[in-house]
């Protein structure tokens, strides 16, 4: 069972900078396509980015691009996500999730196997 576990969240004031990162267990880390979600309080959890096995290819939400950049490092079987410029509106708990099946850069929760736990992440105005 693959597991996931996000870290680096916690209270930042508007303007300030976050990095999430998550942690996969298992060896096949380097096949998954990997994705940020969030979810806000009474919201539908939507798509951050996401980004390709080899870490070549990203996509990034129309919301956040400009200020969050998606990354990963193989060899530590690690995802990241570089958050700048944040807003109130960035307030959510963040998850991480792994496509087993590399069906493509999903926006869609379906087009992910395993999820992580997620990291709370708080803007202040």
């Known amino acids: 069972q693959v597991q996931l576990m996000e870290s680096g969240g916690g209270v930042v004031q508007a303007g300030g900078s976050l990095r999430l990162s998550c942690a996969v267990s298992?060896?096949?880390?380097?096949?998954?396509?990997m994705a940020w979600f969030r979810q806000a309080p009474a919201q539908e959890r939507e798509f951050v980015a996401a980004?390709?096995?080899?870490?070549?290819?990203?996509n990034v939400a129309g919301s956040v691009k400009g200020r969050f950049t998606i990354s990963r490092d193989n060899d530590k079987n690690a995802l990241y996500l570089q958050m700048n410029s944040l807003k109130p509106e960035d307030t959510a708990v963040y998850y991480c999730?792994?496509?087993?099946?590399?069906?493509?850069?999903?926006?869609?929760?379906?087009?992910?196997?395993?999820w992580g736990q997620g990291t709370q992440v708080t803007v202040s105005s």
């Open positions: 298992g060896r096949a880390f380097s096949r998954y396509i």
């Open positions: 980004i390709s096995d080899n870490g070549v290819v990203t």
């Open positions: 999730a792994a496509d087993s099946q590399r069906r493509g850069l999903a926006l869609s929760q379906s087009g992910y196997d395993y």
